[in-house]
């Protein structure tokens, strides 16, 4: 069985400055991994994913996310936060199937 | 718009009702899944189907819940004699062959039930 832990269920940031979003994951297998963003009254949207390639991965709108297998972390980055990227985001593992297994969210406050 | 739609976004209803709700796919894409999503949660994993096979089903789904896929497009969620703790929003997304490995999949904007 594969889960995900968001270590923030609430992250406040000033406009500019960096943004880091935490996640720690458990899977018996060598996982594929998927960060999600929901902006408020819209549909879930992938900002990024990580499939055994490269360790580093670049989304969309600047984010990107670096997967430590020694530290079964899969962290979500961003050097300079924009006000529009207040929202839910959600670090997710798949399993067999497609079937998404998601965290609890992590609410990204941007401050002006 | 060629995402996935959802309808109807909103319902209210009462306790003991029953409710459907409805989801388009993307037109080519062959995979459904429900999800539900509680407030201040994560989506959770309900069912899904492959083409018109429900292929897997979560023990979050109980006997008041069945969701069918008849002709391999839209899929229904059906809900029988809904309780209180059913409030929730209900997400469907769909995935195509291109991405049936790479977990990738596109969520509708959800359908809100509140159950009084």
């Known amino acids: 069985a594969q889960s995900v832990t968001q270590l923030d269920s609430h992250v406040s940031v000033s406009e500019g400055t960096p943004v880091l979003l935490r996640c720690n994951y458990s899977?018996?297998?060598?996982?594929?991994l998927f960060w999600y963003v929901q902006h408020p009254n819209k549909g879930l949207q992938l900002l990024l994913k990580?499939?055994?390639?490269?360790?580093l991965v670049k989304g969309i709108n600047g984010f990107e996310a670096e997967f430590k297998k020694s530290e079964t972390s899969f962290h979500l980055t961003k050097p300079s936060a924009h006000m529009s990227d207040a929202a839910e985001y959600f670090c997710v593992v798949s399993g067999a199937g497609n079937m998404l297994t998601f965290g609890g969210g992590t609410r990204l406050m941007v401050k002006p | 718009d060629t995402g996935v739609s959802q309808d109807p976004r909103h319902k209210i209803t009462k306790r003991g009702q029953n409710v459907t709700f409805r989801c388009d796919p993307i037109s080519e894409h062959n995979r459904l899944y429900w999800y539900r999503q509680t407030l201040g949660q994560g989506p959770e994993f309900l069912t899904y189907?492959?083409?018109?096979?429900?292929?897997?089903k979560s023990r979050l789904l109980s006997d008041r819940f069945s969701a069918e896929r008849p002709k391999g497009s839209f899929s229904t969620l059906e809900i029988q004699r809904t309780e209180q703790g059913d409030s929730a929003m209900y997400l469907c997304?769909?995935?195509?062959?291109?991405?049936?490995?790479?977990?990738?999949?596109?969520f509708g904007e959800g359908s809100r039930l509140t159950v009084l």
């Open positions: 189907f492959q083409n018109e096979a429900q292929l897997e």
């Open positions: 997304a769909s995935a195509g062959r291109g991405t049936q490995n790479t977990g990738e999949l596109f």
């Open positions: 899977s018996s297998y060598s996982p594929s």
């Open positions: 990580y499939t055994s390639a490269a360790t």
